[in-house]
T-cell receptor, first 115, second 108 residues
C-alpha cells in the first residue's frame, strides 16, 4: 500500500483565498483524521470520520474550516477565507479502528503558509 | 490539566549513552498507549505500542505505571539517528490524544 497520500505538499496563499487540502487514506481503513500541527499548540485533532461520516468536529477552529469525505478513498479540508494564523502543517491520518493496536498512519502533511 | 503532558526537552545525549523521559496522562481509564517518533519536518510515525506494564523493542523500552499515571521511554546505546521528537499518545474519550513531544538530540 502507498500509505496515506496528501496533496499538495506545500501551499502558499494570500489571506482571504480559499485553500483545499486533499487526502487519500489507506484502503480498508475505516477512520480518517485531520490534524493541525503548530509549534505553539502541537498536534491538534480537527475532525475525524468513520465510514465517510463525520463523527467529531469539535476541534474545527471556526466556520471558516470545513471537511468532507465523499467516499472511502478521498477527503478534503477546506479553509475559506484563509488567514495568516491558519499557517501550520496539516496532517491526514487513517486507521482501521479508533484506538487500535497499530495506532494511526499519517500522511506526509501539507505545509500551509498564508501571507 | 492537559490530557497528556511531556517535558519538551531538549534532552542532549552523547552517542552511546542512555536517555529516558516520561509522559503523564490524566485519564485513568486509558488502557493502551503509544510512542510515536517525529523527525524534523516529517510526519509522526509509530515507534511502539505499550500494553500492561511495558514493552521492549531492541534498544527501546517503554514502561507503564498505572498507579502514578505515567509512561516512560528509555533509549539505550543512543544513535545519531535517534535524534527526533518523541510523542506520547494516550487513548482518551474515544480518541488518541497526542502529547506535545520530547525532543532528543544525540550528539557525536
Amino acid at each position: 500500500d502507498a500509505g496515506v497520500i496528501q496533496s499538495p505538499r506545500h501551499e502558499v496563499t494570500e489571506m482571504g483565498q480559499e485553500v483545499t487540502l486533499r487526502c487519500k487514506p489507506i484502503s480498508g481503513h475505516d477512520y480518517l483524521f485531520w490534524y493541525r500541527q503548530t509549534m505553539m499548540r502541537g498536534l491538534e485533532l480537527l475532525i475525524y470520520f468513520n465510514n465517510n461520516v463525520p463523527i467529531d468536529d469539535s476541534g474545527m477552529p471556526e466556520d471558516r474550516f470545513s471537511a468532507k469525505m465523499p467516499n472511502a478513498s478521498f477527503s478534503t479540508l477546506k479553509i475559506q477565507p484563509s488567514e495568516p494564523r491558519d499557517s501550520a502543517v496539516y496532517f491526514c491520518a487513517s486507521s482501521p479502528s479508533l484506538q487500535g493496536a497499530d495506532g494511526y498512519t499519517f500522511g506526509s502533511g501539507t505545509r500551509l503558509t498564508v501571507v | 490539566r492537559k490530557e497528556v503532558e511531556q517535558d519538551p526537552g531538549p534532552f542532549n545525549v552523547p552517542e552511546g549513552a542512555t536517555v529516558a523521559f516520561n509522559c503523564t496522562y490524566s485519564n485513568s481509564a486509558s488502557q493502551s498507549f503509544f510512542w510515536y517518533r517525529q523527525d524534523c519536518r516529517k510526519e509522526p510515525k509509530l515507534l511502539m505500542s505499550v500494553y500492561s506494564s511495558g514493552n521492549e523493542d531492541g534498544r527501546f523500552t517503554a514502561q507503564l505505571n498505572r498507579a502514578s499515571q505515567y509512561i516512560s521511554l528509555l533509549i539505550r546505546d543512543s544513535k545519531l539517528s535517534d535524534s527526533a521528537t518523541y510523542l506520547c499518545v494516550v487513548p482518551s474519550w474515544g480518541k488518541l490524544q497526542f502529547g506535545a513531544g520530547t525532543q532528543v538530540v544525540v550528539t557525536p
